[in-house]
């Protein structure tokens, strides 16, 4: 099961994700997992998988009805389909090797309730590019642009259908224009603070496609940390029983 390098990262009720150093996750994927969270009746879909973390932990409690998973780089992919194995959860995760420009003939358009990303934070040719190519595609818009994002997002989505990213701040107008641009219109924002005394980390983003312009709503802050350094309640709710293993 277990390849050179690999080993298994507890999520959370006996539920566990194959990572390795050059695919594993973060803080910002546990955040968008909970923000995007699925209902038990939606078929949805999440892009840029990686080593699938994110599909996983919302088959920790309530699954969705279905998750189509779109990862292009083939190493990743592997594991993440061996993590769906391991946890015996071929029935609901379905795991694409592919370009989410491309899905033609591999997913079915505008039949998904919820479309999620956590995508490359820099601009292609943008910041010192990591030398090694997993690491590269997953932090800068290599293989794709967030516009590319935005607009496969609007054509898996059904009228009316959520579509949620995390991001930096420094990329928010990014962000806003192009989910408005593809037919997605803004309708939740969230930004994210390590604790009090700190400028926002992240923002949590949720559009709808088709939606009426404007309405968008802002939310309280997450704050990660209490003042003194320890987990704040709402990051500890977050978490679950993975908290176990971060703490």
């Given at each position: 099961m277990l390849k050179k390098g690999e080993r298994f990262e507890p999520l959370g009720n006996g539920i566990k994700v194959i990572?390795?150093?050059?695919?594993?996750?973060?803080?910002?994927?546990?955040?968008?997992?909970n923000f995007a969270s699925p209902k038990k009746h939606e078929n949805v879909i999440e892009l840029g998988a990686g080593c699938g973390t994110i599909s996983l932990i919302w088959c920790r409690n309530v699954p969705p009805k279905s998750i189509a998973s779109v990862e292009i780089q083939s190493t990743a992919a592997d594991m993440f389909k061996r993590s769906v194995e391991y946890n015996n959860l071929n029935y609901i995760?379905?795991?694409?090797?592919g370009d989410l420009r491309k899905l033609d003939g591999?997913?079915?358009?505008?039949?998904?309730?919820?479309?999620?990303?956590?995508?490359?934070?820099?601009?292609?040719?943008?910041?010192?590019?990591n030398p090694d190519e997993q690491k590269r595609i997953a932090r800068h818009e290599t293989e794709c642009t967030l516009d590319d994002i935005t607009a496969a997002a609007a054509r898996l989505l059904r009228f009316g259908g959520r579509f949620c990213v995390c991001q930096r701040p420094e990329r928010l107008t990014d962000v806003l224009m192009s989910m408005r641009s593809a037919g997605i219109e803004p309708k939740k924002l969230r930004f994210v603070q390590q604790r009090k005394s700190k400028a926002p980390k992240f923002f949590l983003a949720e559009g709808r496609r088709g939606g009426?312009?404007?309405?968008?709503?802002?939310?309280?802050?997450?704050?990660?940390?209490?003042?003194?350094?320890?987990l704040s309640q709402?990051?500890?709710n977050i978490y679950g029983d993975y908290k176990e293993s971060y703490l």
């Open positions: 990572v390795s150093e050059e695919n594993h996750f973060s803080t910002d994927t546990i955040l968008l997992a995760i379905k795991v694409i090797n591999l997913v079915n358009f505008g039949s998904f309730d919820m479309a999620a990303i956590n995508p490359p934070y820099k601009i292609g040719g943008g910041g010192i590019v009426n312009p404007g309405g968008l709503v802002m939310l309280p802050t997450l704050f990660i940390e209490n003042d003194d350094g320890s709402e990051m500890i």
